[in-house]
């Protein structure tokens, strides 16, 4: 069978794709649309907010014959700071993380002050015609302008304060928040000789197995009869 190629209609995608969704308009245009996943994620928020859940980090746990290997991904965390790792019991590794959503620069949340609008210009006078020239009016007493009146910005369509706002949180996928896990494992482990690496955002854990049990030790138990009184 000869070989060929194959084509996909241009209305098929073959690869996943996803549509951001677009909630701030054009300078000097509106939306023609609602942007419905910032409201709905918007509405949402105020019953449950994700970002304050208890969180699972993926792991897999690979064993040989005398250790076992964990990667724990912890997406953002960068530090060791950020993250703790502790015994519980002998046989139980507790781990304990957050993780954050990077800052946005602070001109990018400043709207720029309102642009004044501008006056209309004043309409110019009509043409007059030509008239004798009439009798001189009587002297009148010429009274002072009354003061201008201070123009409020909010009357005048204008606002010069700088106004703050938030991102549209238009997806939301990620694990944000407080990240707990424990590890409980099958057989003794040797929990002094474990150590752990973090490298670009995955944790890598070696915890060696106790391949040699020390000497069982023996210890008595004391035993307390209760005192009777000695009868007079």
Known sequence: MAAGWYYLPSDIIPYPTTNIAHTYPEPGHHLHHIPVPYVAHKVLTKFHDKDEDIHQPKTDVRETQGNFYLEIELPGVKDHSELRLRWTTERTLLLTSKTHRSQIPEEELVEEPGQPKPEAAAPAPAPTETAAPAPAAPPTTTIPPA?????????????????????????????????????????????????????????????????????????????HLPSFASSV
Do not use: C, W, Y
């Open 147 to 223: 003061p201008e009146a201070t123009q409020d910005p909010k009357t005048t369509g204008t606002d010069q304060t700088p106004k703050k706002f938030a991102p549209h949180l238009t997806l939301s996928e990620r694990q944000i928040g407080e990240m707990v896990r424990a590890f409980n494992f099958p057989v003794d482990v040797d929990r002094d000789n474990t150590h752990a690496k973090l490298d670009a955002g995955l944790l890598r854990i070696v915890v060696p197995k106790v391949t040699e049990h020390g000497e069982a030790k023996h210890i008595h138990v004391p035993i």
